[in-house]
């Protein structure tokens, strides 16, 4: 056989094996957070979920997604029981165990939510002097500041759910959560009507997906980013976030003082 052709032959070759190496399926896991990833009916649903499956559609990559408790969903991956996890945030210790995919699935901004018959203004820390704070176990809330303040008191609660059910039963005096997680919850629960949230945020991050760090995963994700970067120019990315906006029984936003 004549040397270029050869060339060729192994060169398509060495093509297929890689495409053959990739994961032809993942299982995620993940906590529930609507909007951005919950189960309805028994199916997963969400903004990111059906983002992150119509990218994957398009690399011929099937998907599986197990929902668990937030500390749970760290233990799965860490002792090889999941592909990845959907909606996490991207911290520097977590670089060595896992790639994340440089594109994010959405951005979130973290705000005090307040009953409406006990409200507290929040524009600085100050404000929270004294006050007992309720937070979810495992979420940072990209501040330092509030963190590591002694200036009040924070408190987890096993749920979200949890967290504004002691909000309006006064036993927690503001909770902290993404504005669109919280509003959508709020909503759910019937609680919009008793809550607000100040709009001058604690926070903001990015949610991603993070996959375990393989070449075969590390290929995967840049794939995965260059087509995420192209279905975020199209009409069907624009209407899922119609789709999954803030519902009109959401809680009222409270403009800082």
Sequence with gaps: MPVFPRQILISLLLCSLALGARAESLHLVTEAWAPYVYEENGQPAGLDYEITREVLRRLDVDVTLQFLPWKRCLLAFEQGQADGILDIFRLAERESQMVFISEPLSDVQFVLFFARNRPYPYAR??????????????????????????????????????????????????????????????????????????????????????????????????DFADELQRFKREAGYAELQARYAEPADAPIAAASR
């Design 125 to 222: 820390l100050d404000d929270l002097r004294d006050l007992l704070i309720g937070t979810s176990p495992g979420y940072w809330y990209n501040n330092s500041t509030f963190r590591n303040s002694k200036l009040f008191t924070r408190e987890d609660a096993p749920s979200h759910e949890a967290n504004f059910g002691k909000l309006v039963r006064n036993r927690v005096d503001l909770v902290v959560n993404d504005r669109r997680a919280g509003s959508h919850l709020a909503a759910q629960m019937g609680l919009g009507q008793q809550l607000g949230y100040n709009t001058r945020a604690l926070g903001s991050d990015s949610l991603y997906l993070a996959l375990r760090r393989t070449p075969e995963m590390e290929e995967l994700a840049i």
